[in-house]
């Protein structure tokens, strides 16, 4: 299994960035995936899921309505829209094919990609 990130960069405040994660090695349509990240300093931190059908999508209070989460079935990469980023935002962004509880993450896992970087400053 291999999940590869991509997408991240250095924003201002109020600004919009769209993730996306290539997958390979995985029935990626029968999985459902989730984005995380981990602050600087901090832990990881669940940040949204999508089932595998797509119809379910459950987001962490903080995002909603700022985040979008989705995913095509049949060219398989999953993505995350992400507008009026704030500073709190920042951090490196994971997708993995574990769903919330989120197991910690460790180096080799998987079921987890290597992350790409989201940094909000003005």
């Known amino acids: 299994v291999q999940l590869v990130e991509s997408g991240g960069g250095l924003v201002e405040p109020g600004g919009s960035l769209n993730l996306s994660c290539s997958t390979s090695g995985l029935r990626f349509r029968s999985e459902p995936m989730s984005w995380a990240r981990q602050p600087p300093g901090k832990g990881i931190e669940y940040v949204a899921g999508i089932s595998s059908s797509g119809h379910f999508t459950p987001y962490e209070d903080s995002v909603k309505g700022r985040f979008t989460i989705s995913r095509d079935n049949a060219k398989n990469p999953l993505n995350m829209q992400m507008s009026n980023l704030q500073i709190d935002d920042t951090a490196m962004y994971f997708c993995?094919?574990?769903?919330?509880?989120?197991?910690?993450?460790?180096?080799?896992?998987?079921?987890w990609g290597q992350g790409t970087q989201v940094t909000v400053s003005s």
């Open positions: 993995t094919t574990n769903w919330r509880p989120l197991p910690p993450r460790s180096e080799g896992d998987a079921s």
